[in-house]
């Protein structure tokens, strides 16, 4: 009987961690979404506007571009890294 109860509870755990890892992934689809919008636009509002001195237009927009990517990556890398200390500490 007792062997029973230990698959269930493995299963059980399971399934958590795998709704957990979904809710995580949409939440952080959604705020990705939003960091591309907001890179966007700033992208537009550098194309439209006078350079800085002392910089090339490459430059900027190659700083701007890389910003862009970092923010739409940084929501599921935390997530990622939350869920995997999570599932250390949880067994």
């Not at 062997?3 to 957990?20: C, G, H, M, W, Y």
């Not at 995580?24 to 509002?45: H, K, M, P, W």
């Amino acid at each position: 009987m007792a062997t029973n109860i230990e698959p269930q509870s493995l299963v059980r755990r399971t399934v958590d961690d795998l709704i957990i890892a979904e809710l995580f992934l949409v939440q952080a689809t959604i705020e990705s979404a939003s960091a591309l919008g907001d890179g966007l636009s700033a992208l537009s509002r550098q194309i439209t506007t006078a350079d800085e001195d002392g910089s090339a237009p490459a430059d900027s927009l190659g700083k701007t571009l890389q910003r862009i990517a970092d923010d739409a990556l940084e929501p599921y890398s935390s997530r990622f890294k939350y869920l995997r200390n999570l599932k250390n500490t949880k067994y």
